[in-house]
């Protein structure tokens, strides 16, 4: 291997490092960043808005407050300078009356001449402040003698005394004429500015996102089977074109249900008015063990043509409703119990739950007709929370081996060793309970049941 190829080696690895940990941690910011679209836009304006005000906020700190702090207080120790240059020229000035009263007049500072020549011990220094540091840097330059300075005492008023060779020289000073002390000013118009700001974008995001969160809701209760009363398209132009797509779509849907069903309506109209002929052209005829056959025959097939329209038919002109579903549970107890079967039914929270009736009863009743077929003891277990119903019917029977038990959903499929196999079954009181919990925005599930046979769940939300 050449040291080309080595270098190339080492290069990829060293690439192959660097994007697993930006993997990684684009990994764990996503953990932080908000989920749904209101947050995330909200963050697309706020970042940027506070990224370019805590850009101007450094500039304006670095370049207008310490400059205009450090001229400031360059000025307050020039005129100090200055008091100390008149001091040492007029010795003649015993009492320093003619000093105080030209610093006080001329410069505004308050100076006194304290005896002895003894500085004060140095006092806490803050943690941060830059007029602390900008006076100290300018009376070391302009003064060059030891100092002691006390820029926290007082709110307004700044004391600076300097060691003289015979005395102490202490100073007052206003602190707006060493400090510039209407950055706050500032401050408070940038806070207050993004605070509107903020509050006009929240508004106005809530307003655009509404009619999508609109949107959702209408497809999600048109999934779940039930009506979409009053929706129509609002908001931005793109939200309100997927709109007229989902009430084009909607449209399409329920006139293709419509004619299904008045086709249906047809065909079972036909198929009954032959299947009624029959019925009496055997009524005529003298009883014999073929016209007992012959009349077991159309009875099945009557059962068949009944199954068949409903699976196709899908029971989905049917509207919502809210329904007992603890009454429900009772009434399959007792329509089971009817049957000779050992039946419990119990029910766990808020009982009122909006579901088609008459489609979700059949549902329920699939279940439990599947499970007395080949069961003597049916449990039936319903919990309703703030998202889900949810229907378990257990029982004591053979169950189903779990490779064939989503091969029991499909229509008309007769298993020899399945569950849904029945003397004279058409094969379809699965996948019609199957369809009507879809149809409701859920789906059924089966599995090992405690009773040892077979547990269907019928899991829809509310």
């Not at 209407?182 to 605070?195: C, K, P, Q, Y």
């Not at 793109?238 to 249900?257: D, G, Q």
């Not at 004279?424 to 405690?450: K, Q, V």
Request: charged residues 25%.
């Amino acid at each position: 291997m050449t040291t080309l190829d080595v270098g190339l080696a080492t290069l990829r690895s060293a690439a192959s490092r660097v994007f697993e940990l930006y993997d990684r941690i684009g990994q764990w910011l996503k953990g932080f960043m908000p989920k749904g679209l209101y947050g995330r836009s909200l963050l697309i304006i706020v970042t940027p808005m506070v990224i370019l005000q805590s850009v101007v906020a450094f500039v304006f700190m670095e370049r207008h407050w310490n400059t205009v702090t450090r001229r400031l207080s360059a000025a307050v120790t020039q005129d100090i300078a200055a008091v100390i240059d008149v001091y040492k020229s007029y010795p003649q000035d015993a009492e320093r009356t003619t000093i105080r009263r030209m610093a006080q007049e001329r410069l505004g500072l308050v100076v006194d001449f304290l005896p002895g020549t003894d500085l004060p011990p140095p006092g806490p220094k803050p943690f941060f402040s830059l007029l602390d540091q900008a006076l100290s840097v300018q009376i070391r330059q302009q003064i060059g003698r030891p100092f002691w300075i006390d820029t926290v005492g007082r709110s307004s008023i700044v004391e600076i005394r300097i060691q003289l060779d015979d005395t102490v020289m202490r100073v007052f000073a206003r602190r707006n004429a060493a400090y510039a002390s209407n950055s706050h000013i500032f401050l408070l118009w940038m806070v207050g500015t993004s605070l509107v700001l903020l509050a006009v974008a929240i508004l106005f995001l809530r307003n655009q996102i509404r009619p999508i969160l609109t949107l959702a809701d209408a497809a999600e209760a048109f999934g779940k089977g039930r009506d979409v009363p009053g929706f129509r398209p609002r908001g931005a132009s793109e939200v309100r074109r997927a709109a007229l797509a989902f009430v084009e779509m909607k449209r399409r849907v329920e006139r293709t249900i419509e004619q299904r069903t008045t086709m249906l309506a047809g065909v079972s109209h036909d198929l009954r008015t032959l299947l009624t002929r029959f019925k009496l052209e055997l009524a005529l005829i003298d009883d014999s063990p073929e016209v007992d056959a012959l009349r077991r025959d159309v009875d099945e097939m009557a059962r068949m043509l009944e199954a068949y329209l409903a699976f196709a038919r899908g029971d989905a002109g049917e509207q919502s409703a809210p329904t007992d579903m603890a009454a429900f549970l009772e009434d399959l107890k007792t329509d089971a119990e009817r049957q000779g079967h050992r039946t419990s039914a119990a029910f766990h929270g808020q009982p009122l739950v909006t579901v088609r009736p008459a489609a979700f009863r059949r549902c329920l009743a699939n279940l439990v007709s599947n499970a007395a077929r080949f069961a003597r003891s049916i449990a039936i277990t319903g919990h309703r929370d703030h998202r889900w119903l949810t229907i378990t019917v257990d029982d004591d029977g053979p169950g189903i081996p779990a490779r064939m038990r989503e091969e029991v959903f499909k229509p008309f499929l007769r298993l020899d060793d399945a569950r849904n196999q029945d003397e004279g079954g058409t094969g379809l009181g699965l996948a019609i309970a199957r369809d009507i919990a879809r149809s409701h925005g859920g789906d059924i599930l089966l599995g090992d049941s405690p009773l040892g046979g077979l547990r269907a769940t019928v899991r829809v939300p509310v």
